[in-house]
T-cell receptor, first 115, second 111 residues
């Protein structure tokens, strides 16, 4: 696609339910990132994929959070047993790092509300 | 991973030049300096990257001194639409490319 696509754009879920957030990176981008941003705050790093491998999962807040990437493309962030503090915008970004270019492209995010 | 420090907030007026300085004392030899802009309810957008000296594009200029321990993003003649949060990042090419965003600088442009 032309850019990074995230779905759904908005998600309201009940406390205790599981949710899946999807990220479609730009075709050919090997690096993929997930971030969380609470209202008025900066970007909190969650996890980084290089291809299908996740060399850094240090930002995942708890074992309720997990992510996978298949085929070096689509990634899914899963939050189990959602809590109200999980409410935030979840952002995905991808990059190729080709030819000395550090630019990462962000999606529009998924706004998650846990009620 | 080089840590970055930048002012929390800045104020300016339309038509003025705005300079936002970022310090990155522990920058490594293969690190690049990158700046992003974020508007409310949007993901960050890449503005500019540089390695040393000066880089200019249609949006901004980036000044990097010889020791590379700091950098200055320069926005010429700002308008109200430049009100946003600006993030300075240090990114290493080759190997593990972790992108860590700090708190950023919240720029408010006034009429």
């Amino acid at each position: 696609g032309a850019g990074v696509s995230q779905s759904p754009s908005n998600k309201v879920t009940e406390k205790g339910k599981d949710v899946e957030l999807r990220c479609d990176p730009i075709s050919g981008h090997t690096a993929l990132y997930w971030y969380r941003q609470s209202l008025g705050q900066g970007l909190e790093f969650l996890i980084y994929f290089q291809g299908n491998s996740a060399p850094d999962k240090s930002g995942l807040p708890s074992d309720r959070f997990s992510a996978e990437r298949t085929g070096g493309s689509v990634s899914t962030l899963t939050i189990q047993r959602t809590q109200q503090e999980d409410s935030a915008v979840y952002l995905c970004a991808s990059s190729s790092y080709a030819d000395g270019n550090t630019e990462a492209f962000f999606g529009q995010g998924t706004r998650l509300t846990v009620v | 991973l080089a840590k970055t420090t930048q002012p929390i907030s800045m104020d300016s007026y339309e038509g003025q030049e705005v300079n936002i300085t970022c310090s990155h004392n522990n920058i490594a030899t293969n690190d690049y300096i990158t700046w992003y802009q974020q508007f409310p309810s949007q993901g960050p957008r890449f503005i500019i990257q540089g390695y040393k000296t000066k880089v200019t594009n249609e949006v901004a200029s980036l000044f990097i001194p010889a020791d590379r321990k700091s950098s200055t993003l320069s926005l010429p003649r700002v308008s109200l639409s430049d009100t946003a949060v600006y993030y300075c990042l240090v990114v290493g090419l080759g190997g593990y490319n972790k992108l860590i965003f700090g708190a950023g600088t919240r720029l408010a442009v006034h009429p």
